[in-house]
């Protein structure tokens, strides 16, 4: 008996140790790969670096970065207040009929993959942005808007659980004061679940930043720092997935360098949601 | 009742991190009686009760001094086995705890843990637990029903004869009727009341007026210390200590 | 000026009604779009052949295979392992600072982006255990992919497991493991295999990932070390190379059945597991 409880303990114990090397060994092979040639370069000059041409050499991922930042700061400016509305709708408007077919409609929406997002886009927001704003199309405003939609589930969902953790005291007691609907979503419950609302929207950020597949179908990937919305852009995720089918030596290097930087910004992000989460506890 | 010694407790204290929760009770357990100990909440009855079967020892900042024997053994012993322990001496909480799963599974938890497997066993098994909980009639047509269908007090039972089962030489009851109605309560002092011509009863009763009822001997235990402990009537009508006397007459606690 | 109550709670509740019809008009404008042009393609050839000149002509049969050998070789390690770990995480430690790094960490790598585990995968899987592009290294890599999600959700259900059934199992004299399989362990089931479940969903969605590890071969996989690809790819790189729009919609529509078909079983297993503990 006493044996079959070590024998067990020492399997549960061997496929957790398993597991947690495996995510280490993750990280630390990226790391590997990639540090040598961020030191060779110079950590300024790689980040901060304008010119992205890895057959003279040249590795400055600075252009990517805004990439990447213009167009996950377009996706939360339009997908944030949308996804933020629809919790509401969820929590306070929805007739019963409805929400049943909405939820099963977000999930649906965070399953479809990214590439059906992407192609969607070149179809339809590409063409509409080239013919009422002129342009390529193919842009940074067009990325926004596949990644709006794209982070909509996980905007939506995260919210949606710190609207409904309140206490029903709040609404409650507001109801009690003579406050309207709207009154009390906006002044009781919106402020009481904001810290939620905040690590849904980071968390939101962390998909978008994310994403590749999707977006490599309608930024148009150049390399180069836009000068409006309506410009291609190239982002760090859709630099790797464009790149690494080809890729070898310092150049393969440099794209494992451009996956630390992805780390680092998920970490950062992650950290920051969970401190605010915890905070509230 | 018999004169027979059954549990033994010497000088026990038992800690949780630095807080003392019980404080050097001594306390001798007849054979076949029922014990009632009672007393206000947070009196350490819960903690001493779990001390019996050693549930104490799931929360790891608990610590222990003291001795418990059951029939003139130490509980402690190194070479006690825990599961034989538990198995012989039986729990039934606060809170019915019926396991997801079905009547029939419930009662059969037990007997199969140690490892029986024969279904024509387990259903006697099962059969015979239910009727000592007197339980049989009212779920006999349905024991595949799953066992969270029943009713509070019908659950209680369940809990009680899933400890039948296992055939244990004491029942601990820890405040077995304080969520229930009186009719399920009386379902369940009634039950008690026949079962301890074959088991050892102690009873944490959820107030002084079960106490009166089933049992044949109290204690009364205040703050972690054991005050006094006599046979009921006793106890009830002459109180040797003046707080027993205020408890019971309702002037705190 | 304040605006009448009555005529901003008007406002309110109409854009947010508009928010919400808006955002279930897009996601019908998506799923019908590819499924009135993709439904029509899908018959019974399309299914059992396998495409050729270059995806142009004939059906998606290799892709089909593709996706299910690489998501059942992620999931036959990513579950045991990830259920291990979760009971590991849940029962045989305690709270504490190395449970909250492990913990952090889980959630830390759940949210790293599918490419940057594609990158892992080719380097160590492809390229330093030398499997070449294959179904094995696909396999591993989704694996690991979709490990912390796995992990989470199953730690997260065994810990919804009341305290009360533990206790219970132990004072019947259960040992450690007993209580884990019989009590703690049916209990969360349903949560587990809803985690599994989202995984397969991530495993069959990917193309990141599997195409830097699992390469695009056309050909039917005959061995775990085969090259092949999945029907995400396969919809990609048929889109993105404009190489055939019939079967890309064709393609697309399946995976949209596919995972509507994956949702539903998660949902009913929820369902059956919020009715049951009522």
């Known amino acids: 008996m006493k044996l079959k409880e070590n024998i067990s303990k020492y399997i549960f114990l061997t496929l957790a140790f398993s597991s947690i090397s495996a995510l280490a060994l993750i990280t630390v ?9 961020i030191a060779e370069v110079g950590i300024i000059n790689f980040i901060f670096g304008m010119s992205w041409a890895p057959s003279h050499g040249e590795y400055g991922i600075f252009p990517m970065i805004i990439g990447s930042v213009t167009v996950t700061l377009g996706a939360a400016v339009l997908g944030v207040p949308i996804g933020v509305c629809c919790a509401i709708f969820l929590t306070e408007f929805a007739p019963p009929t409805l929400s049943k077919l909405f939820r099963p409609a977000i999930q649906l929406l965070a399953g479809i993959p990214s590439v059906v997002y992407g192609f969607w886009g070149l179809l339809f927001i590409v063409p509409f942005i080239r013919n009422f704003f002129g342009g390529p199309g193919l842009s940074i405003l067009a ?8 982070v909509l589930p996980t905007v939506i969902s995260i919210t949606e659980v710190s609207i409904l953790a309140l206490p029903k005291q709040y609404r409650e007691g507001a109801l009690a004061l003579g406050m309207t609907h709207w009154q009390t979503i906006r002044s009781v419950i919106l402020p009481s679940a904001k810290s939620g609302i905040v690590a849904a929207v980071i968390l939101g950020i962390g998909r978008a930043i994310g994403e590749t597949m999707a977006v490599i179908m309608v930024l148009g990937n150049a390399v180069a720092v836009p000068e409006s919305i309506l410009d291609p852009v190239r982002t760090l995720t859709t630099n790797i997935g464009i790149e690494m089918g080809y890729a070898s030596g310092t150049h393969r290097q440099a794209l494992f360098a451009t996956g630390i930087v992805l780390f680092i910004i998920i970490m950062v992000l992650n950290a920051t949601a969970q401190y605010i989460t915890r905070k509230k506890k | 009742m018999s004169e027979h010694v059954k549990i033994k407790i010497e000088d026990l204290n038992i800690f949780f991190e630095k807080k003392q929760v019980v404080h050097g009770l001594t306390l001798d357990v007849r054979a076949n009686e029922i014990l009632s100990i009672f007393g206000p909440a947070g009196s350490g009855i819960t903690t001493l009760l779990r001390s019996l079967n050693r549930l104490n020892e799931l929360i790891p900042t608990s610590r222990i001094e003291g001795s ?12 006690v086995s825990l599961t034989e322990l538990r198995r012989k001496v039986g729990m039934v909480f606060d809170v019915p705890t019926p396991l997801p799963m079905s009547i029939f599974d419930n009662i059969a938890y037990g007997p199969r843990l140690k490892g029986e497997k024969n279904r024509k066993v387990l259903g006697e098994i099962v059969e015979k637990a239910l009727q000592e909980a007197a339980l049989w009639d009212e779920v006999k047509n349905r024991l595949k029903a799953s066992a969270l269908s029943l009713s509070g007090g019908q659950q209680q039972r369940l809990c009680i004869a899933r400890v039948l089962a296992l055939d244990p030489d004491v029942i ?40 009166g009822r089933v049992s044949n001997r109290v204690a009364f235990m205040l703050m972690g210390e054991l005050i006094e402990e006599g046979f009921s009537d006793d106890v009830f009508y002459n109180p040797k200590d003046h707080r027993t006397n205020d408890y019971i007459t309702g002037r705190f606690g | 000026m304040r605006i009448n109550p009555k005529v901003s709670e008007k406002i309110a509740k109409v854009l947010i009604w508009a928010a919400a019809l808006f955002v279930l008009t897009v996601l019908f404008a998506i799923i019908i779009y590819i499924l009135y042009k993709g439904l029509p393609m899908i018959n019974w050839s399309f299914l059992t052949e396998i495409p050729r000149n270059m995806g142009r002509d004939g059906g998606i049969a290799s892709a089909i295979v593709g996706t299910l050998l690489v998501t059942t070789v992620a999931l036959v390690l990513a579950v045991p392992f990830g259920i291990g770990t ?3 995480l849940a029962e045989y430690t305690r709270e504490g600072i190395v449970r909250r790094i492990i913990r952090f960490s889980a959630e830390s790598l759940a949210g790293i982006p599918s490419i940057v585990y594609g990158l892992f995968g080719f380097i160590f899987f492809v390229m330093y255990l030398n499997l070449g592009w294959s179904v094995l290294s ?8 979709i490990l912390p999600t796995v992990i989470r959700t199953s730690e997260e259900a065994i810990r919804a497991v009341p305290d009360s059934y533990r206790e219970v199992s132990f004072s019947l004299g ?12 049916p209990s969360a089931i349903q949560g587990i295999s809803n985690g599994i479940i989202l995984g397969i969903g991530r495993c069959v969605a990917e193309t990141a990932a599997v195409m830097l590890t699992a390469g695009g071969a056309l050909r039917m996989a005959s061995s775990l070390f085969s090259p092949t690809r999945t029907m995400a790819v396969h919809f990609y790189i048929l889109a993105r190379e404009g190489i055939s729009m019939n079967n890309a919609y064709g393609t697309a529509a399946l995976l949209i059945i596919l995972i509507f078909i994956i949702n539903v079983v998660a949902n009913a297993l929820v369902n059956r597991f919020t009715a049951k503990n009522k």
């Not at chain 2, 418990?68 to 070479?79: A, F, G, M, R, V």
Request: hydrophobic content about 45%.
């Open chain 2, 68 to 79: 418990i024997l059951l029939d003139d053994k130490s509980i402690y012993d190194s070479d």
């Open chain 2, 172 to 211: 601990l009851l820890d405040r077995p009727c304080s969520g229930l109605d009186p009719i399920s309560t009386s379902k369940i002092e009634d039950s008690l009341t026949q079962l301890k011509d074959r088991f050892t009863i102690i009873l944490a009763p959820h107030n002084t007026q079960q106490a």
């Open chain 3, 86 to 88: 979760a009971f590991y």
């Open chain 1, 29 to 37: 092979f990226i790391i590997i790969n990639g540090v040598p040639i």
């Open chain 3, 174 to 185: 259960g040992t450690k493991w007993q209580t884990i399989i019989k009590a703690v362990f």
């Open chain 3, 138 to 145: 696909g396999g591993l890599t989704l694996a690991v992919m």
């Open chain 1, 143 to 150: 990325g926004s808007v596949i990644l709006a939609i794209m």
